[in-house]
T-cell receptor, first 114, second 112 residues
Framework: KAGVTQTPRYLIKTRGQQVTLSCSPI?????VSWYQQTPGQGLQFLFE???????NKGNFPGRFSGRQFSNSRSEMNVSTLELGDSALYLC?????????????FGPGTRLLVL | SQQGEEDPQALSIQEGENATMNCSYK?????LQWYRQNSGRGLVHLIL?????REKHSGRLRVTLDTSKKSSSLLITASRAADTASYFC????????????FGAGTRLFVKA
């Protein structure tokens, strides 16, 4: 069974631009969560989608948005990029949305904002 | 602030030694999970322990949970160089949706 895939793996953008990251969950998984990882803030929860609905959101500004498609694939978008958005963005999928569900992580997209 | 906090932040040991990492959390939980991350890659799930369990084993891993102290520990026995990674505890916050909160992590370095 294929794992979680994320594209692109690496990305360089400049301040003010926008970026879209993609995540394909494990086949049959319906829940997708996104995380931002930085050396200073660690792993921070961005949002979680289940059956195309955003069920939970972390404390990030509105510049961060996401969506989930009917095939469970998910995208996240960051508009008006800032230097502080440079991070590793991780996507994780699980069978269903619920406590104790094991999350399977993708390799991440490393975003550098210049 | 994050739900889980790991201690120590970094740990360096010799191959064959045991490594113990601790995690403290703030609110009541139904379960706690441990994940491993190799150098800037995705996380890998190691083990889950439920709030009604006190100890759980998986291979060379032993996890304990003390809900009265809101703390958990991860013990890796007979460590190997391949165990070099960052280890995170994670708890779920039930806020009407699925929200996993990760601690800051412990960076483990196992010297061959």
């Amino acid at each position: 069974k294929a794992g979680v895939t994320q594209t692109p793996r690496y990305l360089i953008k400049t301040r003010g631009q926008q970026v879209t990251l993609s995540c394909s969950p494990i086949s049959g998984h319906r829940s997708v969560s996104w995380y931002q990882q930085t050396p200073g803030q660690g792993l921070q929860f961005l949002f979680e989608y289940f059956s195309e609905t955003q069920r939970n959101k972390g404390n990030f500004p509105g510049r961060f948005s996401g969506r989930q498609f009917s095939n469970s694939r998910s995208e996240m978008n960051v508009s008006t990029l800032e230097l502080g958005d440079s991070a590793l963005y991780l996507c994780a999928s699980s069978r269903v949305a619920g406590e104790g569900e094991t999350q399977y992580f993708g390799p991440g997209t490393r975003l550098l904002v210049l | 602030s994050q739900q889980g906090e790991e201690d120590p932040q970094a740990l360096s040991i010799q191959e064959g030694e045991n490594a113990t990492m601790n995690c403290s959390y703030k609110t009541s939980i139904n379960n706690l999970q441990w994940y491993r991350q190799n150098s800037g890659r995705g996380l890998v799930h190691l083990i889950l322990i439920r709030s009604n369990e006190r100890e759980k084993h998986s291979g060379r891993l032993r996890v304990t949970l003390d809900t009265s102290k809101k703390s958990s520990s991860l013990l890796i026995t007979a460590s190997r160089a391949a165990d070099t990674a960052s280890y995170f505890c994670a708890t779920d916050l039930n806020t009407g949706g699925f929200k996993t909160i990760f601690g800051a992590g412990t960076r483990l370095f196992v010297k061959a």
